[in-house]
Structures are given as C-alpha cells and as structure tokens.
C-alpha cells in the first residue's frame, strides 16, 4: 500500500507540473492575443491615413484635414521636458536609497511612498500640476508647467528601476573599490554608477514612453487644441497626440469625417510609444554587452 502510494506522487506532481506550465503559456498567449487585437485594429483603420504630409503638416480647415506634425513635436517637447525633471531627481535619490540610506523607519516611509505613487491616477498628478505650477507659480498653461508635471508623474517609475539597479551591482565591486583607497563617493562614482547604467537608463526611457502616452496631466497644464507655429519659449502652449486624438474624438466640429485621423493619430502615438521601448531594449543590450556579471 504504502509503495503504491509512493508510486502515485511522481505522477501526482506531473500533472501539477503540466497544469502549471499549462496555465502559463495560456496567459501568455491571451496577452499577446489581445496585443496583437489592438495593433491590428489599429493598424486597420488607421493605417491609411499615414502619409508623408499626414506627418508633416500643420492642421488645416478645422482639424478635419492638413497633418499631425505640431502634436508630435509638443509630445516629444513634454516627454523630453519630463525626462531632464525626472532623471536627476530620480538618479539621486535611487543613490541616496541604495547606497547611503540606512534600514529603518524613515527608509520604509520613502519606500513605501515611491510605490504608492506609482499607483496614483494620472489625473491626479494633472490637478496637482494645475493647482502647484499653473496657478501658484503663475506658469500658466504651457510647456513647463506640462513638462514638471508629468517629470513628477514618472518620477517614482525612475526612483524604483534605478534602486533595483542598483542593488543588482554586485557587492564585491563596492568592496574592490573601498580595498583599493577609493572613498565611497569614488566607489559609486567610477565602479558602482557604470555597472548599474543599463539598468537605470532602461527604466528611465521606459517612463519616457509612458510620459508620451498620457492625456491628463496634458490637458490641465499644457495642452491647447490647435496651433499654426512651432512653440518659441517654455510658457506657450503646445499641442499633443494623446490630447489631439482626444479632442478629434469628443471634442471636433466633424467627429465622423475625421476617424481616420484619429485612428492615424493614436497609430502613431503607438508607434511612438514602442520605438522609445526598443530604444530602451536596444540601449541595455549594448551597454550590458562584454558584461558577465
């Protein structure tokens, strides 16, 4: 009896083993299968409207017809705007938690924090932009109130994939470095920082695409519908493609006449969004090249 019931365990954990791996590979597949949904629909209807002039012309009778090119450029002016707030901000603070902050109760607050607001609505920050840089510093609407809001959007995003960089770097290159008379800014300077770049700079860009891809902190502190010029300082107003596809949706004189630039919008903004998540794969790849650690 006993041996018998020792024969059925192996099968027993088999077959738990098959379902498991089972399970896995199903949600894998169902969301690459809803991936691939999206970026066929997209792809369907707004694929046509994807043109050389679609990309680099301004707007024109109303909206309803001319190109995108003026949301793009405000997109990457507000994405780049919220990359140079986040990154000192977020680098430095990722030093102080992974390098100089000793364990305990304060460490725990910040900690916890930094993921708590990696949690919070994105329309939240929004008024919170409104309320701190258009209202109170009197920024007004413009590219830097939009630009410091969404830096503070994708601060803790930053904060977090630089910490954890920084924890992978090997203890012993800490060690190296304080045996060979380096002091400890030195040590994290010159051995700690370097190995720990590829890590950092990935979550940096990876909070770059999600900087592209938001509309609410946009729409409360730097977005306009239209333009006709290139913005000329940091307190103008800007168009955006998350905000453009928004007003083009709900807010246009021919919403019908104009699905497909709508859809040709959201498809580049799609585009946009994955080219700066290749960028990211791309950039750890060969800086992490040669390392085997």
């Not at 999206?38 to 909206?63: C, D, H, K, Q, V």
């Not at 913005?231 to 453009?244: G, I, K, R």
């Amino acid at each position: 009896m006993l041996a018998a019931k020792k024969g059925f365990e192996p099968h027993r954990r088999r077959r738990r083993e098959f379902a498991g791996l089972f399970f896995i590979r199903l949600t894998g597949v169902l969301v690459a299968s809803v991936m691939a949904a999206l970026l066929g629909f997209l792809i369907f209807n707004g694929a046509g409207a994807l043109t050389w002039s679609f990309l680099t012309e301004y707007p024109r009778e109303g909206m309803t017809a001319g190109g995108i090119l003026p949301a793009m450029e405000g997109t990457l002016i507000l994405s780049l705007g919220a990359l140079l707030t986040a990154v000192p901000l977020g680098f430095g603070a990722a030093v102080y938690l992974a390098e100089y902050a000793r364990p305990g109760p304060l460490v725990s607050v910040i900690r916890l924090g930094v993921l708590n607001l990696s949690g919070v609505p994105s329309v939240v920050f929004g008024l919170f932009g409104l309320a701190l840089f258009v209202k109170t510093f009197g920024f007004g609407r413009s590219i830097l109130a939009g630009s410091l809001t969404l830096g503070l959007l994708i601060l803790p995003t930053v904060v977090a994939a630089s910490e954890e960089a920084l924890r992978q770097t090997p203890q012993s290159f800490r060690e190296a470095a304080l045996a060979l008379g380096a002091s400890r800014w030195q040590a994290i300077r010159q051995v700690v920082l370097p190995a720990a770049l590829p890590g950092m700079l990935t979550g940096a860009i990876l909070a770059l695409g999600r900087a592209a891809g938001e509309t609410a902190p946009i729409v409360f502190t730097a977005s306009c519908a239209f333009t006709l010029a290139a913005p000329e300082s940091v307190f103008q107003e800007v168009m955006a493609l998350s905000t453009h596809v928004l007003n083009l949706a709900t807010n246009g004189t021919h919403i019908e006449e104009t699905r497909a630039l709508q859809f040709g919008t959201a498809l580049t903004l799609l585009a946009l969004v994955l080219g700066l998540s290749m960028c990211a794969i791309i950039v750890r790849a060969k800086l992490r090249k040669g390392r085997r650690w």
